[in-house]
């Protein structure tokens, strides 16, 4: 098993990485700054490092960064800078979600391609009834107006929930963490197909290593694959479910 990790030198994707190859898996990141992954996941030889921006590639070169992945993981993210929220490219994870996808169904593989998306319990499924209270709507609709990143984060999971069904060789999964914090190990969590709390008004509180392992939980466990495949599950700290 090979997987393909982007946005893999941002805190969340090196934890995933990690994660990947304490398990003995094999994993090809695509970076833009090498130097930005820590020095032992540089030196480890079941990482292969592609240097680029996944929007850059020719439609060859992502063909072949795709090539012998089985499973691909998306941890891109737009900086928490003036430029990284408001300067292009705006859709950043739309245009590489449907460009892999779109790589992947012109590939030759006939097996299934695992797609996982890092996204954000801000951003409601539309497969699910899934209520907001009128602050809510009001709120939600300011930050897409104002903060470009997280309409990017709906366009990107709408784009799999329409486009990512048979006949499509990618099946997939939305992996929506709430308000994202740092901790040094793994922790209980729990994980629900909706939000179970306001991520407005009352946000939870979701650890990058938390979010991490439940993503290779989804990659190794097939049962547990089978179990949110084609959904948005939403993750919590327990301690802040």
């Excluded at 460009?99 to 030759?108: F, G, L």
């Excluded at 939600?140 to 709408?158: C, M, T, V």
């Excluded at 939980?217 to 301690?239: A, H, Q, R």
Aim: charged residues 25%; contains cysteine.
């Amino acid at each position: 098993m090979k997987v393909l990790v982007t946005g893999a030198s941002g805190a969340t994707g090196q934890l995933l990485i990690k994660e990947l190859l304490e398990r003995g898996l094999s994993v090809r990141a695509i970076v833009r700054s090498p130097d930005r992954l820590s020095g032992d996941l540089r030196e480890h030889n079941l990482l292969q490092i592609v240097t680029g921006n996944i929007l850059d590639f020719s439609e060859e070169e992502l063909a072949g960064n795709i090539s012998g992945c089985n499973t691909i993981v998306s941890c891109l993210g737009h900086n928490l800078t003036l430029r990284g929220i408001f300067g292009q490219p705006r859709r950043l994870v739309t245009d590489s979600v449907r460009r892999i996808c779109q790589a992947v169904d012109s590939s030759e593989t006939s097996e299934k391609v695992k797609f996982i998306l890092m996204n954000t319990a801000g951003n409601s499924n539309r497969d699910l009834y899934e209520p907001l209270t009128r602050g809510e709507r009001i709120m939600i609709g300011l930050i897409r107006f104002l903060i470009p990143p997280h309409k990017d984060n709906e366009q990107a999971s709408d784009y799999l929930r329409n486009n990512c069904r048979s006949p499509s060789k990618i099946e997939w999964v939305a992996v929506r963490p709430d308000t994202l914090i740092n901790e040094e190990s793994v922790s209980e969590y729990v994980v629900h197909p909706s939000p179970t709390r306001s991520a407005v008004f009352n946000a939870g509180k979701t650890s990058r290593i938390n979010v991490a392992h439940f993503m290779v939980e989804l990659i190794t466990d097939d049962k547990k694959w089978t179990e949110w495949k084609g959904k948005m599950p939403v993750i919590y700290n327990k301690d802040f479910a």
